[in-house]
């Protein structure tokens, strides 16, 4: 995993739709090794979206989604039954105040649960080429 996401509380994950655009979102990324997890609730976007295709562009970024670094691309795996369990508690060790309040108190308001995902394969975004 590049030097840029261990530190950062937000990371931009960008989810490819249907028709090859991009979606972009910040999310709290927690970082072990070449590894990162993320979650979101069953009922967003994302989940849609990454069922489509696991392809995903991340980015260190601001609370508010503006990139502050360069971007790789990577490949998004849901996570189900212990790896979902110890991706709950590397995010909850990682990010104390969001995944032991807010994200509980989210997932209560909207009925519905979280899923895990675990981000691999990591390379950077080539730069396009000036025309």
């Given amino acids: ?6 530190a950062r509380w937000a990371t931009l994950l960008k989810t490819r739709k249907r028709d090859g655009t991009w979606v972009a979102t910040p999310v709290n990324l927690a970082v072990d090794g070449d590894r990162g997890w993320f979650s979101t609730p069953a009922t967003t ?3 849609k979206r990454l069922r489509y295709t ?7 970024c601001t609370p508010r989604g503006r990139p502050t670094g360069p971007s790789f691309t990577g490949r998004a795996r849901l996570l ?3 790896e979902a369990d110890r991706a709950q ?6 990010h104390r105040i969001v995944f032991g309040a807010l994200v509980p108190l989210e997932l ?6 979280a899923r895990y ?6 390379r950077p ?3 396009a080429e000036p025309v």
Avoid: N, Q
Avoid at 108 to 113: A, F, V
Avoid at 117 to 122: A, G, N, P, Q, R
């Fill in 108 to 113: 209560r308001i909207k009925r519905t649960h």
């Fill in 117 to 122: 995902y675990e981000v691999t394969d990591l």
């Fill in 45 to 47: 976007g994302k989940v």
């Fill in 125 to 127: 975004v080539a730069a």
């Fill in 89 to 94: 508690r590397v995010l909850a060790a990682r």
């Fill in 80 to 82: 189900e039954g212990a």
């Fill in 54 to 60: 696991a392809d995903v562009e991340i980015a260190p």
């Fill in 1 to 6: 995993m590049p030097d840029a996401f261990p």
